[in-house]
């Protein structure tokens, strides 16, 4: 058995078995768990596993830190697991508890349908575009390097090869989000990648609809999201009314002539319309808003990364990719990453007789500069309190540095998603070439980080966590392996910094675990 498949088993087992969940996701390093009944779900056997960075409950959703990679295997095997028959069980005895069981997974998973419809459109949506995000960093670093060798007039010749190494994926981008969207929605992918090429294909500019010949592309990413889904939905309806006998052949044919008609006379141009209103709508606001909308941007980051919503935001990445070179918004919102590093250094050098607390920060901080911020979301900074929100002011700081630079004509914007933090640095670019938009990032980066030390240093820790982080240093001063105390059993404390002690316990080793374990770890926060 796999180490993920251990670790599935182990989760399985603390959150109360195969009967108690009624739904599993995953984003780049989460994994997220409906269970039908909270009280069945043993939270700290569950933070103390090993291999779990941390873990938070927040009624019957169950928000269990991983890390990149490791949550993939360790998602798939957990659905393996739950789709595996009990040994020795007989499908025509059922108990009551288990029928009970049953109808409490139906009625969790009614609910999360019903409740969570706007959070499970977004997540579903970023389902299609996490799977790109390796191919994205890749290129993007290739072309970054490229760029830097061009700039300096060195290597010509390599310069011509990384050129087509960086550019072959991003010019066929729209089959790819077509194939997914296709996946996603229950259709076939590579149907959902026939509709996505048409949008890149080159006989596109023979085509006049509404009056306007279309280019090449036109649409983008968008355009694919849409033709990939309405693909999917026409394939679905045809195999419910096609005979099987000429379903092989007449199913294809429909749904590729239906969503790619439906995508090339309309999805098209309605597409590139909202694409180019993205986007101006993105370079007028921190061209006009400068500081003053970067600052807003930073400091919200922090909390849409806490609710997943961040997820959204990559098809606008993706656009402005698509359409400038480089997206303006990842740079801004990359700084509430920084905060929190800010915020966390300031942690650890207060508290730092505290041993599990600076474990769990020395474990998770080179994770975070490496871009990766959910384990000191979840191990650190949000457990605590204030902390979090220091970190955000840290983040709305350097988001108003960033955007000051494009405010003064010299835009910073990254050529791929996926990076964050100091793994970002390679993939800059913007108007003013990569030193301007180095100066700017790099700025802002060092302005995040002062301000979220500074905030957490004055006024980050409530004087009740206080208490409690120094009456754990005094019971085990110095001891590395001391267990850590609960944050606080009085009623100053919030059930989350209650709860959350002993996800601090293991956070620390695990980070550096799991990254040495993924070498491609990288920063879904920021995207």
């Not at 993205?278 to 909390?303: C, D, E, K, S, V």
């Amino acid at each position: 058995m796999t180490d993920a498949q251990q670790l599935a088993q182990q989760i399985l087992d603390t959150v109360g078995g195969s009967s108690n969940i009624a739904d599993v996701e995953n984003c780049m390093t989460r994994l997220r768990v409906e269970v039908a009944s909270p009280s069945s779900v043993d939270l700290p056997a569950l933070q103390a596993t090993e291999g779990v960075m941390a873990a938070i409950a927040a009624g019957s959703n169950l928000q269990i830190v991983l890390g990149p990679g490791l949550v993939d295997r360790v998602a798939d095997s957990l659905e393996s697991l739950r789709a595996a028959p009990v040994p020795g069980a007989s499908p025509a005895s059922v108990s009551p508890e288990e029928l009970a069981a049953r109808g409490a997974s139906i009625k969790a998973s009614a609910r999360a349908r019903s409740d969570g419809r706007t959070m499970r459109a977004i997540r579903r949506i970023s389902a299609i575009f996490i799977p790109l995000i390796p191919a994205l960093i890749a290129c993007g670093l290739i072309a970054g390097i490229n760029g830097i060798l061009t700039n300096l007039g060195w290597l010509p010749g390599v310069t011509t090869f990384l050129g087509v190494l960086s550019s072959g994926f991003l010019s066929l981008l729209a089959v790819f989000v077509g194939m997914n969207a296709a996946k996603e929605f229950g259709g076939t992918p590579i149907l959902g990648g026939a509709v996505g090429g048409i949008i890149v294909a080159a006989g596109v500019a023979n085509v006049t609809v509404f009056g306007e010949t279309l280019a090449p592309g036109q649409g983008g990413v968008l355009g694919a999201l849409a033709g990939g889904i309405l693909a999917a939905y026409v394939e679905r309806f045809m195999r419910r009314v096609t005979p099987d006998v000429i379903a092989l052949i007449v199913v294809p044919t429909v749904t590729v002539l239906v969503a790619g008609s439906v995508t090339l006379g309309i999805l098209m141009s309605v597409a590139g319309v909202v694409s180019v209103a993205i986007g101006t709508a993105a370079t007028w606001l921190l061209a006009n808003g400068g500081a003053f909308a970067g600052f807003i941007l930073g400091g919200l980051f922090l909390p849409l990364v806490m609710t997943g919503m961040h997820q959204g935001l990559i098809p606008i990445h993706a656009t402005l990719i698509e359409q400038t070179g480089w997206t303006v918004l990842l740079p801004v919102l990359a700084m509430g990453g920084a905060g929190q590093i800010g915020a966390c250094i300031a942690l650890w050098v207060r508290f730092r007789s505290n041993a599990s607390l600076v474990r769990t920060i020395r474990g998770a901080l080179p994770a975070g500069f490496l871009g990766v911020g959910e384990p000191l979301i979840y191990g650190v900074t949000l457990p605590l309190g204030r902390p979090f929100i220091t970190a955000c002011i840290g983040g709305a700081f350097g988001g108003g540095v960033v955007g000051l630079f494009d405010q003064l004509g010299h835009s910073v914007g990254a050529i791929a998603i996926g990076a964050s933090d100091l793994s970002l640095i390679p993939l800059l670019n913007g108007s003013s070439g990569y030193g301007w938009a180095l100066l700017g990032y790099g700025s802002g980066l060092v302005v995040a980080y002062v301000v979220g030390f500074v905030a957490t240093m004055v006024f980050g820790v409530s004087e009740s966590v206080r208490a409690d982080l120094e009456a754990q240093s005094a019971h085990s001063p110095g001891d590395p392996v001391a267990p850590a105390a609960p944050l606080s059993h009085s009623t100053a404390a919030s059930p989350l910094e209650r709860s959350s002690a002993s996800s601090r316990h293991d956070a620390g080793r695990i980070p550096g675990e799991d990254h040495e374990r993924n070498p491609n770890c990288k920063a879904a926060a920021a995207i």
